[in-house]
């Protein structure tokens, strides 16, 4: 099951990759110091580049197919669209 659990471990990230998106989106319309958009706007579009990469890339394919391999269970649709 380490394959499953490194799927847990990969929402979880990309849990918490959202959440610092948002905070920093809602810092940006409420008291981002002016000047500071250039360097937010960098740090958001790294932040959703990550989340994507996460969401998408053939690493989460693989993960999804070892772990159906590892507990005998089809993962649900919405895991096998990368919408875990």
Do not use: C, F
Not at 3 to 31: C, F, P, S
Not at 40 to 68: P, Y
Not at 71 to 83: I, K
Request: charged share 25%; hydrophobic share 40%; no cysteine.
């Amino acid at each position: 099951m380490q394959a499953y659990h490194q799927l847990e471990a990969r929402k979880k990230r990309v849990g918490a990759l959202n959440n610092a998106m948002g905070i920093l989106q809602w810092d940006q319309q409420t008291m981002m110091p002016d000047g500071a958009a250039p360097g937010r706007a960098s740090v958001l579009a790294e932040l959703s580049v990550m989340v994507h990469e996460m969401e998408t890339g053939s690493a989460l394919s693989d993960l999804i197919e070892q772990a159906e391999s590892e507990t005998g269970h089809r993962a649900s649709p919405l895991q096998r669209r990368g919408r875990w």
